[in-house]
């Protein structure tokens, strides 16, 4: 069955009722900010947490190309054996220091509950139909009990 464009979509009983057309529109593009606000705020912790923590390995795989066989400021320090065991000490180090960075990244994202942030685009698309509250039961002037919720035990 296709849709027709501008058609209303069906209201599931019991369920959330679809918002206008205009009312969804300024939802979804306020859902997509929110949305991207936290993407670009993940992806500045992670590259926080992966510039901090790989730092060593990547300085050290960095002198050990740029320096290899190469510069005489750099050989004054070291010789090429010096710059290889620079470039393998940084590959060793790269995987370690690779594994505890996305374990440090996620348990940022954990306490800091990065991923309630998002919003589904379901809260554009739909609103929410309030929730009916419990009748009260109407007490007269002259009693002194006042109707509790829930089960009363006599």
């Not at 670009?40 to 290899?68: D, K, Q, R, S, Y």
């Not at 370690?96 to 996620?106: D, F, I």
């Amino acid at each position: 069955m296709a849709e027709v464009p501008g058609a209303q979509r069906p209201v599931l009983a019991g369920g959330p009722e679809p918002r206008d057309p205009l009312d969804c529109w300024a939802c979804a593009v306020l859902v997509t900010a929110q949305n991207l606000l936290v993407a670009v705020f993940n992806l500045l912790l992670l590259a926080l947490v992966l510039g901090t923590i790989l730092l060593p390995a990547v300085t050290m795989l960095g002198f050990g190309f740029l320096c290899h066989s190469q510069a005489p400021p750099c050989t004054a320090h070291l010789q090429d054996p010096g710059f290889t065991a620079l470039l393998v000490t940084g590959f060793l180090l790269l995987v370690p220091l690779l594994v505890l960075a996305l374990a440090t990244y996620r348990r940022l994202c954990l306490r800091l509950r990065l991923a309630d942030c998002l919003v589904p685009y379901s809260r554009a698309l739909y609103r929410r139909r309030p929730i009916p509250q419990p009748k009260q039961i109407p007490v007269s002037p002259g009693s002194r009990s006042v109707p509790t919720p829930g089960k009363v035990w006599v």
